[in-house]
Every structure is written in structure tokens, then in C-alpha cells.
């Protein structure tokens, strides 16, 4: 079983930036695809970025250049380096760890306003 914990939102003005944090739990998490995926009000869930055990990272065309994932597997902590941030990035951001099932955490705001 992994349980992830996100961390780091809030709300930020246009052109801010912002850390999310996850950490998890098992021992497992250095084997997982690890992702960042958000979903604002009225829309469906989607694709941010993802990183797998091995660094390689994909990222949605919206957020390239600007978001950055990493994860350090020695704190069992995946990052979402957020800069540049738009009003459209206003969101509820979720970790997310694929290793033998899905898994997801409880979510974290994300709001850019002025």
C-alpha cells in the first residue's frame, strides 16, 4: 500500500511560482512512475507531468518550459517545480504513483490570482 501527501499550494499571483511536495509512504516508491496530474472547477482530470524510476520526464504541452517534476527517492518525495504561473493553472493538484496499482493523494490547491 503507498500513501502520497501533497504539500506546497496556495495562492500566487500571475507570473509567481510555487514547490508542491509529495511524500510517500513503502518502500516501494523508488519503483513507481510518478506524476502530477490537476483538475479545475468544472473540467476533468488531467496530465501534468510524470517522472519514472529512471528521471526520464513527459510533461503536457501546457506547462513545458515553465513546470519542472522531480523526485528524490532517498525522502520518498516527489517535487512540482511551478514557475511562470498563469490564471489557467488554477487547479487542485494531485500526486499520483503508479507501481502495481494507482495510486493518488488527497490533493493540494493551487490558485493564481491578482
Known amino acids: 500500500q503507498v500513501q502520497l501527501v501533497e504539500s506546497g499550494g496556495g495562492l500566487v499571483q500571475p507570473g509567481g511560482s510555487l514547490r508542491l511536495s509529495c511524500a510517500a509512504s513503502?518502500?516501494?516508491?523508488?519503483?513507481?512512475?510518478l506524476g502530477w496530474y490537476r483538475q479545475a472547477p468544472g473540467k476533468q482530470r488531467e496530465l501534468v507531468a510524470t517522472?519514472?524510476?529512471?528521471?526520464?520526464?513527459n510533461y503536457a504541452d501546457s506547462v513545458k518550459g515553465r513546470f519542472a517534476i522531480s523526485r528524490d527517492n532517498t525522502k520518498n518525495t516527489v517535487y512540482l517545480q511551478m514557475n511562470s504561473l498563469k490564471l489557467e493553472d488554477t487547479a487542485v493538484y494531485y500526486c499520483?504513483?503508479?507501481?502495481?496499482?494507482?495510486?493518488w493523494g488527497q490533493g493540494t490547491q493551487v490558485t493564481v490570482s491578482s
Open positions: 499520483n504513483a503508479n507501481i502495481g496499482g494507482n495510486y
Open positions: 513503502g518502500s516501494i516508491f523508488r519503483f513507481a512512475v
Open positions: 517522472i519514472t524510476n529512471g528521471h526520464s520526464t
